[in-house]
Structures are given as structure tokens and as C-alpha cells.
């Protein structure tokens, strides 16, 4: 039986944070777009959401994962627009990614990423959703998502489909 839960990350443009979950094994969906939060229903960010089979995948991975393919640990003049987030849907979850961060931060992990109630969401276009599978060959692919998937295939291994 599949444990699904939804959880939000943003960090870097949603072409690539899309594709870098959507090859993960225990990920079930991955909807692109735009996520605000609930301390700021007004402002979008750009990010996505991961419904995850908690069986096969773990959050404390997902956050790994998430923390090694954007640049967590520094600000740069296109925060305003990739905001370096973990949105979280309820207080559960919220306590879970807390304490994951809190372990990763004592273990000499550096991050800037921050923890946000969830607000509303917003999905991409059409045209621009499952960016990479429609065409890893684009320029941008190549350069931006491609290293970001060689993290993966480093280092996570055992968690791709």
C-alpha cells in the first residue's frame, strides 16, 4: 500500500528542479509552477511539487537531494525569483523537516534553504512542464539540468528509477 505525501521545494528554475525528482524511484508526481507562501500569498516563487511514496523514499533524502542540486548554502541576484525553500502542507510535516535540518546543520551541512508554510500553487504552462523529458538535448539542459542529474547518479544512486 503507497504512503503518498506531498512536499515543496524550490531552490533553482523549476526546469531543473523538476527534472531532478522526476527520476527519483518513490517519486509518483512532480507538478511544475509557481508556489507562494503562507506567510505571503501575493508573491510566487518558482518551484515544484513532489508527491513522494514515503516507503520507497524517504524525506531526509529528498531534502539531501534537494540541498546538493541548487545552491543552498549561498544568496545570489536571482533569489527574489528561486527562493531556496521547503514548503510543507501540514504541522507534521513541518516537525519532520525540522528536525532533518536541524540534523543536517549539526553535521557541518551548510544551507540558507528555509522552511515555509505552503500557500497556493500555480503549474506552468503546458509548453514548459516535463521540460527536460520532452528534450534533454535543449542547450539549457545540457548545461544546467545534465550536471544536476551526475549529483544524482554520483551520489544517489540507489535512488534512481
Not at 540558507?112 to 542547450?139: A, M, V, W
Request: some cysteine; aromatic content about 12%; overall charge positive.
Amino acid at each position: 500500500m503507497k504512503n503518498i505525501i506531498k512536499i515543496g521545494f524550490g531552490g533553482g528554475c523549476h526546469w531543473c528542479t523538476e527534472a531532478v525528482f522526476q527520476v527519483l524511484k518513490g517519486v509518483e508526481k512532480v507538478e511544475q509552477g509557481y508556489i507562494s507562501t503562507g506567510n505571503d500569498p501575493e508573491t510566487f516563487y518558482e518551484g515544484v511539487i513532489v508527491h513522494y511514496d514515503s516507503k520507497k523514499i524517504n524525506l531526509e533524502v529528498l531534502i539531501r537531494i534537494h540541498l546538493r542540486t541548487h545552491k543552498s548554502n549561498s544568496e545570489h541576484s536571482m533569489r527574489s525569483k528561486y527562493l531556496s525553500a521547503i514548503y510543507y502542507f501540514d504541522n507534521k510535516l513541518h516537525s519532520e523537516a525540522e528536525k532533518i535540518l536541524t540534523h543536517l546543520s549539526e553535521q557541518k551541512i551548510e544551507f540558507i534553504t528555509r522552511l515555509i508554510p505552503f500557500g497556493e500553487f500555480k503549474t506552468s504552462r503546458e509548453q514548459i512542464r516535463n521540460y527536460y523529458k520532452t528534450d534533454p538535448e535543449r542547450p539549457f539542459c545540457r548545461r544546467y539540468i545534465d550536471p544536476k542529474l551526475k549529483i544524482i547518479q554520483n551520489d544517489f544512486v540507489n535512488y534512481l528509477k
